[in-house]
């Protein structure tokens, strides 16, 4: 097992992370910006070391920097956390060839699932269902015009290195073609530095729906039962929740077995998700892997009683997964609420500045993942999630209950966050009753 670890990240992800490690007698290494001196997670860490200024590109996606705290303060491995460099292929090799244990799958694994269009061409030749889409790249106007016409409208154009929602773009005639394809892949090439696109049937009213994997380095692969993220705003998730409401047990135990079958293709290691689209027919189509731990990751811990974090560590040190699919059981529901520093009023504008008072809500089967504090100042240069709410009761209908009084008692004072927006999801008659789709929000909340 390693004796020291440094985690590539920041905010509740690297507490996340630190609470690991800690558990596992496990010494850690917090790295920040210089924006982020005093952050929760360079406080909570052994040991804490400046990697760079505010921005991104020269601190928490500085590589050179990143590795040459990790050979200064001797760790020996490397968990990245989602976002910034958890899935650069380019870092995790990197890793590789310092001698450096990267806490997930190998680069090229990562290179393979993270081009979108690659990731697809791999699951149809492995047998895993795809939706209908164009073949290869959309290279110009011509291309997409001639593709949509082949696929058939509505279609949605999609970057090929794509994630967060951008350089995604639905179309539903052909006058809307090129404006689309161009604004999307000027996003793309502005977002990721790539600007290959594709394209796919949009399926309509469906259903997010991803299966939490993990795989050691013994052959041995598994899955944690799903995770429904279909409420979203913009492609990016709001609330999730597991299981998924209105999944048969049936229909779990075949895209369950997709999912394993979609892993074990590319001989895959470590933790990740397999995201598929669920239509209202029931039919299931392989949408993406995201090859690191997800945002979500605690309601699958919530309702399976393993941690996520800690399986990562063990497989990355080489041991044996603990768990058989058998082992694997549902117990009860899950809910997460993203809170957000954001004013849903002004269009879900950040909202940078101090937390002046703050009450995090508790009582049983209510956890917060959270690196904010009273006093603390959320600084503009990042992403505006601010803490993860999340809930656990003996079914769906407790769920939602403990998620309404958690809800009412989260105070956030000093910056707007999402928190009433929340509430009124939660309250929602279609919510409650499982009757909704990735277009929940914006059907529902038309003003917002």
């Known amino acids: 097992m390693f004796k020291k670890i440094l985690i590539a990240n920041r905010g509740e992800i690297a507490v996340r992370i630190i609470r690991a490690c800690n558990e596992m007698g496990i010494q850690t290494v917090a790295v920040y910006s210089e924006v982020d001196k005093e952050a929760l997670h360079t406080?909570?860490?052994?040991?804490?070391?400046?990697?760079?200024?505010?921005?991104?590109?020269?601190?928490?996606?500085?590589?050179?920097?990143?590795?040459?705290?990790?050979?200064?303060t001797g760790a020996e491995a490397i968990h990245p956390g989602y976002g910034f460099l958890s899935e650069n292929s380019k870092f995790a090799q990197m890793c590789e060839e310092c001698n450096i244990k990267y806490i997930g799958p190998n680069s090229q694994n990562i290179d393979n699932m993270g081009n979108k269009l690659k990731a697809r061409e791999i699951m149809i030749k492995a047998g895993v269902p795809v939706v209908p889409g164009s073949d290869g790249e959309i290279a110009s106007e011509t291309d997409a015009l001639e593709s949509a016409e082949k696929?058939?409208?509505?279609?949605?154009?999609?970057?090929?290195?794509?994630?967060?929602?951008?350089?995604?773009?639905?179309?539903?005639?052909?006058?809307?073609?090129?404006?689309?394809?161009?604004?999307?892949?000027?996003?793309?090439?502005?977002?990721f530095g790539d600007g290959t696109m594709y394209m796919e049937k949009f399926i309509e009213e469906p259903r997010h729906i991803e299966f939490q994997i993990l795989a050691d380095e013994h052959g041995n692969v598994i899955h944690l039962n799903e995770r429904d993220c279909s409420i979203q705003r913009r492609n990016q998730k709001v609330i999730e929740e597991a299981p998924g409401a209105g999944?048969?047990?049936?229909?779990?135990?075949?895209?369950?077995?997709?999912?394993?079958?979609?892993?074990?293709?590319?001989?895959?290691?470590?933790?990740?998700?397999?995201?598929?689209?669920?239509?209202?027919?029931?039919?299931?189509?392989?949408?993406?892997?995201?090859?690191?731990?997800?945002?979500?990751?605690?309601i699958t811990e919530m309702i399976t009683g393993i941690d996520l974090v800690k399986a990562q560590i063990i497989i990355a040190a080489g041991q044996v997964l603990p768990y058989k699919q058998d082992d694997i059981k549902i117990?009860?529901?899950?809910?997460?609420?993203?809170?957000?520093?954001?004013?849903?009023?002004?269009?879900?504008?950040?909202?940078?500045?101090?937390?002046?008072?703050?009450?995090?809500?508790?009582?049983?089967?209510?956890?917060?993942?959270?690196?904010?504090?009273?006093?603390?100042?959320?600084?503009?240069?990042?992403?505006?999630?601010?803490?993860?709410?999340?809930?656990?009761g003996k079914d769906r209908d407790e769920a939602i209950c403990k998620m309404r009084r958690a809800l009412g008692e989260f105070i956030i004072e000093g910056v707007d966050t999402n928190i009433d927006f929340q509430f009124k999801i939660v309250?929602?008659?279609?919510?409650?009753?499982?009757?909704?789709?990735?277009?929940?929000?914006s059907k529902e909340f038309k003003n917002i």
């Open 331 to 392: 117990i009860g529901h899950a809910i997460e609420c993203r809170i957000n520093a954001e004013n849903p009023n002004k269009n879900f504008m950040p909202c940078p500045g101090v937390i002046k008072s703050l009450h995090i809500p508790g009582g049983y089967g209510v956890r917060v993942d959270s690196a904010a504090y009273q006093g603390y100042k959320i600084p503009p240069t990042y992403d505006s999630m601010i803490g993860k709410l999340i809930v656990h």
């Open 151 to 191: 696929i058939g409208y509505p279609v949605m154009i999609k970057a090929s290195a794509g994630g967060g929602g951008r350089g995604i773009r639905v179309v539903s005639k052909v006058e809307d073609l090129a404006s689309a394809f161009n604004t999307a892949k000027t996003e793309a090439e502005t977002n």
């Open 247 to 298: 999944m048969t047990q049936e229909l779990r135990k075949q895209m369950g077995e997709v999912a394993i079958k979609a892993a074990k293709s590319i001989n895959y290691k470590n933790a990740g998700t397999i995201e598929f689209l669920l239509d209202k027919y029931g039919k299931y189509y392989f949408m993406e892997m995201n090859t690191r731990i997800q945002v979500e990751h605690p």
């Open 427 to 441: 309250n929602n008659k279609g919510f409650i009753k499982g009757k909704f789709d990735t277009g929940f929000i």
């Open 43 to 72: 406080q909570m860490a052994d040991e804490a070391i400046c990697i760079g200024p505010a921005k991104s590109k020269d601190s928490y996606l500085n590589m050179q920097n990143i590795l040459s705290a990790t050979v200064l």
